[in-house]
């Protein structure tokens, strides 16, 4: 079955980079997603990319993808405390109307 | 933008009773749902598929007879928690695909239901 690993937790300074990496086991996944959840919140799409994409830029994120190792990073430049937040990637088949399946969430700590 | 509505975002109910949860997707129509579920600090399950005019589809230890789902409408897919116990409080998540063309799965705002 399909199986989605992060790293449990990150510690940045404020103006720093963050990157948050993400594995996946799926060779079909199409779609590979980054969602931020706040506490208490439910998900926010940051972003996604298609799995014939090696690299999306959007302002402050960089999605890299090594479709060959099956590897995913979320990069976000020059951090703010407000990016404090647990982050998920997730994945899915573009075939049907497949769910997601996420990642345990990597919890961003951005001190200041 | 897209937005998945969820009502209610908190709900607090005694033990033995139901509450229903909505799902809601308010600019566009979505064929299929999903029910996600999340317990404190852990990532999310899949709890069911739901299927507009057909029965949702369960993953593999979600009880059907305690998790109904129904989905009325392009736009509404309920989830009614029957006879709660305090182990069913969690942190409850809906989402939706657009029928349109698009690779984008929006999420709505959760619902934590408390079962005292």
């Known amino acids: 079955g399909e199986d989605v690993e992060q790293s449990l937790f990150l510690s940045v300074r404020e103006g720093d980079s963050s990157v948050i990496n993400c594995t996946y086991t799926?060779?079909?996944?199409?779609?590979l997603y980054w969602y931020k959840q706040e506490p208490g919140a439910g998900l926010q799409l940051l972003t996604y990319?298609?799995?014939?994409?090696d690299m999306k830029q959007d302002q402050r994120l960089t999605v890299l993808l090594n479709k060959k190792d099956k590897h995913l990073s979320l990069r976000i430049a020059d951090t703010q405390t407000g990016d404090s937040a647990i982050y998920f990637c997730?994945?899915?088949?573009?075939?049907?109307?497949?769910?997601?399946?996420f990642g345990s969430g990597t919890r961003l700590q951005v001190q200041p | 933008g897209a937005v998945v509505s969820q009502h209610p975002s908190r709900v607090i109910c005694k033990s033995g009773t139901s509450v229903k949860i909505e799902c809601r997707s308010l600019d566009f129509q979505a064929t299929t749902m999903f029910w996600y579920r999340q317990f404190p600090k852990q990532s999310l399950m899949l709890m069911a598929t739901?299927?507009?005019?057909?029965?949702?589809?369960?993953e593999q230890g979600v009880e059907k007879d305690k998790f109904l789902i129904n989905h009325a409408s392009l736009t509404l897919s309920t989830l009614t928690v029957t006879s709660a116990h305090p182990e069913d409080s969690s942190f409850y998540i809906c989402?939706?695909?657009?029928?349109?063309?698009?690779?984008?799965?929006?999420f709505g705002e959760g619902s934590w239901l408390t079962v005292v």
């Open positions: 990319i298609f799995s014939n994409m």
């Open positions: 799926d060779s079909s996944s199409t779609y």
């Open positions: 997730a994945e899915s088949m573009d075939t049907g109307r497949r769910a997601l399946t």
């Open positions: 989402s939706a695909r657009p029928d349109r063309v698009g690779n984008t799965i929006y």
């Open positions: 739901s299927n507009e005019g057909s029965k949702a589809t369960y």
